[in-house]
């Protein structure tokens, strides 16, 4: 799978630290806000972060914002709490994918109220440790969590220190990892695989070698359909188990994703806002897009002109 980060950074000083844009559109153009009034789209500057799901839902919303209504459709490569900064400057419009980030949801929507809730994605998220297919049906206790330091050595890498390797990805994904590795005192060390790309290559590589490994994965996510990766489990999740992130030593919770968008941008008048207010989908319909763009190679409009054109009712119901 591959994330497709094209363009340049540029400097801005409103928020300290660089953001990323694509198709030439320089951050902090005055142009950037989401000023669209009466009806009138302007520019909508959506933010993408970085794994191939979210792509998938930013591929598909600039592509109907663009040809269906006629918006300038600036997309802005950022991570998750860099993008949430941007929401004050108005150099970010939308985030259409947020898991959970209950610290992110205090500092911007309660606190600073510099964004605002548009609603649920129609997406079910799921956080986990997975273990490639041969691993699981080789070794079937594997996948219960008590039985994993009795092969901890088995999983030991050049990286992991003498301990199991517990491989993860992208160091800003949502995850209490090495928290939980303390808590359930198991003998493994978190090793950051450093994106999603890698972490698939990873799991692919272990399925064909049958390799040990196990490592953070989450759904949805296309690349399940080609290695169904099995899922480990913790100790069950209950209300309240993650508060204290240092403690932690529960399995995450099942996320109703969701979209946020800048207080500006909702009061807008944007047909953009309406748009991603109404945009809602499963996750079969973010993993086919998803597929088209990583294991297909289609570019980003190419993987969203063949879903809009199939799913036309959807896409009706967004824009109505």
Same mark, same amino acid.
């Given at each position: ?177 090495? /928290? ?11 090793? %950051? ?96 897009? /998803?597929? %088209?763009? /990583? ?7 190419? /993987? ?17």
């Amino acid at each position: 799978m591959a994330r497709h980060w094209r363009a340049g950074a540029a400097g801005l000083a409103v928020l300290g630290l660089t953001l990323t844009a694509c198709g030439g559109a320089k951050v902090g153009d005055s142009s950037s806000a989401g000023s669209g009034s009466s009806g009138k789209c302007g520019t909508f500057n959506l933010a993408v972060n970085p794994w191939v799901g979210y792509e998938a839902d930013a591929a598909v919303v600039a592509y109907v914002a663009q040809h269906n209504l006629g918006c300038t459709v600036s997309k802005k490569n950022l991570k998750e709490e860099i993008a949430w900064q941007g929401f004050g400057s108005g150099e970010v419009d939308a985030v259409l994918e947020n898991w959970g980030h209950a610290d992110l949801v205090k500092k911007y929507i309660s606190g600073q109220k510099t964004a605002v809730d548009a609603g649920p994605t129609g997406n079910k998220g799921i956080i986990g440790w997975y273990v490639p297919p041969w691993l699981a049906k080789a070794h079937p206790d594997i996948l219960d969590w008590k039985n994993l330091n009795k092969y901890a050595s088995k999983f030991q890498t050049s990286e992991s220190g003498g301990k199991g390797q517990l491989l993860d990805g992208d160091p800003s994904y949502v995850t209490n990892d090495a /928290a939980l590795v303390k808590n359930l005192k198991l003998d493994f060390k978190v090793v %950051y695989a450093g994106s999603e790309t890698a972490l698939i290559q990873a799991f692919r590589t272990a399925e064909k070698n049958k390799q040990w490994v196990i490592g953070y994965f989450y759904e949805p996510q296309w690349f399940l359909s080609e290695v169904p990766l099995k899922k480990v489990a913790l100790p069950a999740y209950k209300t309240g188990c993650d508060t204290d992130t240092a403690k932690v030593a529960c399995d995450y919770p099942v996320y109703n994703l969701n979209k946020v968008v800048s207080a500006k941008f909702a009061k807008s008048g944007s047909p953009a806002y309406n748009l991603v207010k109404n945009f809602s989908w499963t996750n079969d319909d973010q993993n086919e897009v /998803a597929k %088209y763009i /990583a294991q297909d190679k289609m570019t980003d409009d190419a /993987a969203a002109k063949k879903w809009v054109e199939a799913n036309k009712d959807k896409v009706d119901a967004w824009i109505k």
